[in-house]
């Protein structure tokens, strides 16, 4: 038998799955009338359709779900904290170990030197073929003069 769920919104941006999800999983009526603080009857009718969902309770089931996930705007939207790490929700499986947010000024400063290094190998290795190429036009033209002279 297929079970119908008619919980709506008075907000149209919330998502019917999402309504879904924070009333029907995870939690009991007893445990949202008590984080909603509202009657179990007050869940049911959530629940059958009759009452429509105020967004603020929405929110704050949502705040709740969320529990270690950061909610904010900009790249540490999403992030999670589990154990030891910042898992960073940003497309690719990157966590941050909490040890090495005190390294992260000596990271800068390696970084920065890296640049500084290539840069300089750059340099140097322009500068030798350089005087590569010099040394041999010199040595060339001097066997010609040697020839001229001897």
């Known amino acids: 038998m297929r079970r119908e769920f008619k919980i709506h919104c008075s907000d149209v ?7 879904v999800w924070l009333f029907h999983f995870g939690r009991t009526e007893q445990q949202l009338a008590v984080d909603l603080a509202v009657t179990i009857d007050q869940i049911e009718r959530w629940k059958s359709g009759h009452d429509a969902v105020p967004p603020m309770a929405v929110r704050l089931l949502q705040v709740l779900d969320a529990g270690d996930t950061l ?40 970084y920065h030197l890296h640049h500084l290094q290539t840069d300089l190998i750059e340099r140097l ?15 060339r033209f001097g066997m010609v003069v040697n020839q001229l002279f001897s």
Do not use: M, V
């Open 13 to 19: 941006s919330i998502q019917p799955d999402t309504l």
């Open 71 to 110: 909610r904010c705007a900009g790249p540490w939207n999403g992030s999670r904290a589990d154990g030891t790490r910042l898992y960073l929700d940003c497309g690719h499986d990157l966590a941050l170990e909490f040890a090495e947010l005190e390294r992260l000024p000596d990271y800068r400063r390696l």
């Open 125 to 139: 290795t322009i500068e030798r073929d350089f005087y590569r190429r010099e040394c041999h036009q010199q040595a």
